[in-house]
Each structure stands twice: as structure tokens, then as C-alpha cells.
């Protein structure tokens, strides 16, 4: 018997020595896969961190150029500003403009003010709106002791009608009698 457990024994060995050398093997591939990979990956990331770095570049040196075009452009329309209010203000024109239209608009405030004076008063009308003649002008709204609701009271001769279909929920629906004009 001792023979049979040698045998088992040495066959277990065998089999987790092969079984070890097989997962180091894998762990080894494994490894060796994951390497190439991320050796890849940090290949790809550094190539489209340099083209994002030089599309940023040329985008800031658009930009730049944009930037400056413009300033360019408000410093030269400052000088022409600048360039007319000496010229302006040097001739005295401001005096000829400012004149007139300060007379007219003293006179125009004048105008609306005798027109405003002198309109007249409007005629006030009440105007009284008769309800609709339905048959529910003589309903009564009773309210239910201990706030348990609202009851409608409805006139003699009005009904309630089950409502036809598209009503709203919480509607009642009522047959009123025909009223004569």
C-alpha cells in the first residue's frame, strides 16, 4: 500500500509541478501582452498629445493674428476719432448743431405740453355685461358642515345627465330646460 501512495504521491507532484509551470507560463505571456500594449498605448497618447499641442499652437497663432488685426483696426478708428473731435471742436461747428437742436426741442416739449393741457376728457361709459340665459341662474352653492365639501343645488326642472365622451374628469354634465327670448 505504501508503493500505491508513493506512486499517487509523486503522480500529484508531477501534475501540480506541470500545473505551475503552466501558469507561469501564462502569467509570463500575459505579462509580456500587457507590456507591448501599454508600450502602444503610451506610443498613441504621446503622438495625439504632440498633434493636439501643434493644432493648439496653430489655433492660438490664428487667434493671435486675429487679435491683433483688430486691435490694429480700433487704434487706427481711435486716431480718426480722435483726429475729427480736434477738427471738429477746433472749427466751432459744435456751436451751429447744438444751437438749433436745442431750440427745437424746447419747443417741441412746449407743443406737448399745450397739446397735453388742452385735450379733453374723456368720456367714462359703463358698459354692463348681461350673463347668458342658461337655466342655472337659479342654482345655489350650500357648503357642507365641518368643511366636508360643496354641494350644488340645481334649479327645478335641470337635470343631471351622464356626459358625453371627451369631458373632462370632474365635470357634471346637465339637461337644462329651453328658455324663450
Not at 23 to 37: G, M, S, V
Not at 61 to 77: G, I, R, S
Not at 79 to 88: A, N, T
Request: aromatic share 4%.
Amino acid at each position: 500500500m505504501n508503493g500505491l501512495l508513493q506512486r499517487i504521491q509523486e503522480r500529484t507532484e508531477r501534475e501540480v509541478k506541470a500545473s505551475e509551470d503552466r501558469i507561469w507560463q501564462e502569467l509570463n505571456d500575459f505579462d509580456e501582452t500587457l507590456k507591448r500594449q501599454l508600450l502602444a498605448v503610451q506610443a498613441l497618447t504621446e503622438r495625439d498629445m504632440k498633434e493636439v499641442a501643434e493644432r493648439t499652437r496653430s489655433a492660438l497663432k490664428l487667434l493671435q493674428k486675429d487679435v491683433l488685426t483688430q486691435a490694429e483696426e480700433v487704434q487706427q478708428t481711435m486716431r480718426e476719432m480722435q483726429d475729427r473731435h480736434q477738427l471738429w471742436r477746433s472749427k466751432g461747428e459744435w456751436r451751429f448743431i447744438v444751437t438749433p437742436m436745442g431750440i427745437g426741442a424746447v419747443a417741441m416739449l412746449i407743443g406737448s405740453m399745450i397739446a397735453f393741457a388742452n385735450m379733453p376728457i374723456p368720456v367714462q361709459t359703463k358698459v354692463e355685461i348681461q350673463p347668458p340665459i342658461n337655466g342655472l341662474e337659479n342654482s345655489a352653492r350650500v357648503m357642507a358642515l365641518g368643511g366636508a365639501g360643496t354641494v350644488l343645488v340645481l334649479p327645478e326642472g335641470v337635470e343631471q345627465r351622464t356626459c358625453p365622451l371627451r369631458v373632462p374628469e370632474g365635470r357634471i354634465c346637465v339637461r337644462t330646460p329651453r328658455t324663450e327670448d
